[in-house]
């Protein structure tokens, strides 16, 4: 599969595209560009900065990928954006370089990225994961896995947002999210288990149960935190789901979202 340029594109010659790329009219390449096999760029894309793009992404028009970090800190060297395979940017995404020399902005594979959504340097983005139009990621935010970023939802440097959670649109964090919650509001607070992800993921009927078990005592029981996390692992079957939401709790340094 042939590799397709735009006359109009500007693609730097030590940029590396893989084969079956396609670059639309007026995007702009640079030179430590790389992108992988059968990835679409539309029109006036840019991508530049140490970036790397995976196989079968698609980016459209006016995305900006890989311009240097907006953070006053930023003292020079080569930091790095990398983007799994399957990604979808659309229109106006921006996706900053980390901040640090060596340092990664990181969105993983098979993600969608809505219009005008911004991923900050250093920020951490999981597998499978939508953010809406809009959302928009501070500085070393970590989404895990499988979330959900509402529509005009802002999260502040340093937040967490664990696996299968999500969060509903407007939403302000300024905390850590656990995984498999419902956050809303501004201030958030979490209402409830993102139940209908859970079972459009597959988690189990069982699991659920013990899930919204561990719910009860973190948010319904007026337990202090640490009280909680010692009951579910006290009195509630340590499966990995179970383990993994303790475990993200427990190493929470902002708080969670109550």
């Known amino acids: 599969m042939a590799t397709r340029i735009h006359p109009t594109a500007i693609v730097a ?5 893989d084969e079956g790329v396609e670059v639309g009219p007026y995007s702009v390449i640079g030179p430590r560009v790389r992108i992988g096999a059968r990835a679409t760029i539309a029109a006036h894309v840019v991508l530049d900065g140490c970036t790397t793009l995976g196989a079968d992404c698609r980016i459209f028009p006016f995305a900006s990928v890989g311009q240097q970090t907006q953070d006053l800190k930023f003292k020079g060297g080569e930091s790095r954006v990398e ?5 979808t940017l659309r229109e106006y995404v921006t ?3 980390a901040t640090n020399d ?11 990225i809505m219009a005008y959504a911004h991923v900050a ?3 951490r983005v999981g597998d499978e994961v939508i953010i809406a139009n809009c959302g928009t990621l501070g500085g070393h935010v970590v989404l895990e896995d499988q979330v959900i970023i509402g529509g005009l939802c ?15 649109g407007c939403t302000k964090i300024t905390q850590d999210v656990p995984p498999f919650m419902m ?10 288990l993102n139940s209908i992800g859970l079972r459009r993921h597959g988690v189990s009927e069982a699991t ?4 919204k078990q561990a719910f009860r005592l973190l948010y319904r029981d007026g337990l202090l935190t640490r009280q909680a996390l010692e009951r579910m692992e006290k009195e509630i079957e340590q499966i990995p789901e179970i383990q993994h939401l303790v475990t993200f709790v427990r190493a929470s340094e902002r708080g969670i979202v109550r």
């Open 208 to 211: 659920e149960r013990l899930l």
């Open 83 to 87: 983007i799994g395979e399957r990604t």
């Open 95 to 97: 996706v900053n370089t």
């Open 121 to 123: 340097h250093d920020c």
């Open 13 to 17: 010659p030590a940029a590396e595209l």
């Open 102 to 112: 060596g340092d990664v902005t990181r969105i993983g594979a098979g993600c969608h």
């Open 183 to 192: 956050a809303d509001g501004n201030p958030a607070a979490i209402h409830g």
């Open 154 to 168: 802002g999260i502040h440097q340093f937040c967490r947002v664990g696996r299968l959670a999500i969060t509903g």
